[in-house]
């Protein structure tokens, strides 16, 4: 049994997967846009994440572009059963690195193609529409529109279960309204905390909630108390945001970015830490305190 077994499963779709997975986006190279920094050690991370059983890896084909994906197919393909490879569609790249909405009914299927062909797939598991009325930010509008053509792409048999990105509370019930909903992935932390309602009740609804930036993202979290926190746990900062993720709703599946193969360990190894009650009070206090 790999530690990261202990911190169980929750379903994603008809699937259920560990608890604990890996962010695959940091490997395009910096600022997302391809070439990778070290194609090697991108490659070795993959690899290590599935021998220390990964079986949940979130990517998309505008990491890169397309270079995330290709990294997953060499390292990984042909894919050991059970593994469940995540996708988002809905932007594109610029040339200069921007992102781009991408939600007329040629670009999400294109963008579906891509994915597929890219990762060596006949069916992706599990596609995320990305919303981009906002880029950074959830933004209201409807989503009716590019999720019927989710739908359509479903029934032709290219994509098994869809999920929603950067969404608001209202998006979620709008898309419910549609189609079966597996996932929903929003930015998400110990600082950043303006989902905790989504949370409980997407929990209530047996969905799972995919946190992006449960590190910080590109400015990992620092904060005084979670550094003496993990101190006192005799473990890193990082960990302790990991475990409080864990802890703070069985419905909340991780997806911790690395680009290193001794961060990988690092935050698998947050299986294993326990948060006394004592330290999620003291926790809480880092909310929209800790840069995020
Ligand atoms: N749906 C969306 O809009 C969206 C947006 C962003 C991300 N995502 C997904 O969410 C995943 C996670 O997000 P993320 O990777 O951007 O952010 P993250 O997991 O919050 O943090 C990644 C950052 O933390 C650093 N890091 C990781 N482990 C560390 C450790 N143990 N100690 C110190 N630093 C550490 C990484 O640097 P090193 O490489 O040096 O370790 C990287 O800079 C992504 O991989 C992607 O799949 C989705």
């Known amino acids: 049994m790999s530690s990261i077994d202990q911190v169980g499963t929750f379903s994603l779709g008809d699937r259920r997967v560990k608890r604990l997975g890996y962010g695959a986006m940091q490997l395009a190279g910096p600022g997302v846009f391809g070439p990778p920094k070290d194609r ?25 572009p397309h270079v995330t994906n290709q990294l997953i197919r060499e390292a990984l393909h042909p894919y050991r059963a059970g593994l469940t490879l995540v996708t988002k ?30 990762l060596g797939l006949e069916v992706l ?45 209202a998006q979620v019930a709008e898309g419910r309204r549609i189609c079966a909903i597996a996932c929903v992935q929003n930015q998400y932390n110990l600082a950043h905390r303006g989902d905790d309602a989504l949370i ?42 990991l475990a409080w993720l864990l802890r703070r709703s069985p419905n909340i599946l991780l997806i911790p970015g690395t680009s290193s193969v001794a961060h990988l360990r690092e935050n698998l190894a947050a299986a294993e830490l326990r948060l006394p009650d004592d330290v999620l009070q003291a926790l809480d206090t880092v909310a929209g305190i800790a840069s995020a």
């Open 40 to 64: 090697g050690a991108a490659l070795a991370v993959l690899r290590e994440a599935v021998a220390r059983g990964v079986d949940h890896i979130d990517t998309s084909d505008f990491y890169g």
């Open 89 to 118: 569609v809905g932007a594109r790249r610029g040339a200069d690195g921007s992102w781009i909405p991408a939600f007329s009914r040629e670009e999400l299927t294109q963008a579906v193609h891509d994915n597929l062909h890219n």
């Open 125 to 169: 598991d599990v596609v995320n529409l990305r919303c981009m009325f906002s880029v950074h930010h959830p933004a209201e509008g409807s989503l009716e529109a590019p999720l019927r053509v989710l739908v359509d792409l479903q029934r032709q048999g290219l994509v098994r279960h869809i999920g929603l990105s950067n969404v608001t509370r």
């Open 200 to 241: 409980d009740e997407l929990a209530r609804e047996g969905i799972a909630y995919v946190p992006f930036f449960p590190l910080g993202g590109f400015t990992p979290l620092q904060s005084s108390t979670l550094s003496e926190v993990a101190a006192r746990l005799g473990a890193t900062p990082m960990q302790v945001a």
